[in-house]
Nanobody, 126 residues
C-alpha cells in the first residue's frame, strides 16, 4: 500500500520560513515526479511546486516562485518544500503528491497526480 505522509506544518508569522517533508512508502518514487499542492478554505486545490524523478527539473507556481524551493532525496524516498518569506495568503492545507511519470511539468495538474498525502496545515499570521 502506497502512503505519502507529510510533516512540518504549523503556525508562523508573515515573513517566516517553514519546511515541509513528505515521506513515501510502499513504492519507490526515484524515477517519478513528486510535488506539492495546497488548498485554502473555500478554494480549489492548486499547484505549488513539482520536481522530476531524478531531481533535475523543477517547476513552480508563479505565486511562490523565488520564495519556495522543492527538493527530493531519492535515497530516503522523500520530497521537501522549503518555504520562506511566507505570506498570509500562503495559508492552506498542503498536500504531497506523486505521479507515475518522470517529468516535473506533468505534475502541475491536480488530475495527473496518482498518489496523495493526507495534508498538513500551514497557517501564516499577519
Amino acid at each position: 500500500q502506497v502512503q505519502l505522509v507529510e510533516s512540518g506544518g504549523g503556525l508562523v508569522q508573515a515573513g517566516s520560513s517553514l519546511s515541509l517533508s513528505c515521506a513515501a512508502s510502499g513504492r519507490t518514487f526515484s524515477t517519478d515526479a513528486m510535488g506539492w499542492f495546497r488548498q485554502a478554505p473555500g478554494k480549489e486545490r492548486e499547484f505549488v511546486a513539482a520536481i522530476s524523478g531524478n531531481g533535475g527539473s523543477t517547476t513552480y507556481a508563479d505565486s511562490v516562485k523565488g520564495r519556495f524551493t522543492i527538493s527530493k532525496d531519492n535515497a530516503k524516498n522523500t520530497v521537501y518544500l522549503q518555504m520562506s518569506s511566507l505570506k498570509p495568503e500562503d495559508t492552506a492545507v498542503y498536500y504531497c503528491a506523486a505521479a507515475m511519470f518522470s517529468g516535473s511539468y506533468y505534475l502541475r495538474r491536480v488530475s495527473n497526480a496518482d498518489y496523495w498525502g493526507q495534508g498538513t496545515q500551514v497557517t501564516v499570521s499577519s
